[in-house]
């Protein structure tokens, strides 16, 4: 099914995806954020781990161990964050230009 303009009816649409940016990388941050909040639990669970294999184990294991934790917390967040503002661009936003005529629409009505 192709979306069609309905100011000038032309099917050369663009979606703007906004809703799905703008979460997303609010989402990251603040999954990010978290898993800062964690990283001290990844850090000690690095150092236990790393500390099998001496002092030099157990420094990249603190520190792989925070990175991991961040990086988790970040990703995760974005991920739900792109998936809430799918939804967003679906339901709230006119998610959809024109790329003759530059009207913007949504696809979706209610």
């Known amino acids: 099914m ?13 979606s703007r ?7 997303g990388m609010m989402g990251a ?5 978290c898993g800062i909040s964690h990283a001290l639990r990844g850090a000690r669970f690095g150092f236990m781990v ?7 184990g157990s420094s990249i294991g603190t520190i792989g161990g925070a990175i991991f934790a961040g ?16 939804k967003l661009d679906k339901r709230l936003f006119n998610n959809y230009q024109c790329q003759q005529c530059s009207h913007t629409f949504s696809k979706h009505k209610g």
């Open 71 to 86: 990086l988790s917390g970040a990703a995760a967040g974005g991920v739900a964050g792109s998936k809430l503002g799918e």
């Open 2 to 14: 192709s979306i069609q303009c309905p100011n000038c009816k032309s099917k050369h649409i663009q």
């Open 29 to 33: 941050a603040a999954g990010g954020a």
């Open 17 to 23: 995806d906004f809703g799905r940016k703008g979460a």
């Open 50 to 56: 790393g500390s099998h294999f001496g002092p030099i």
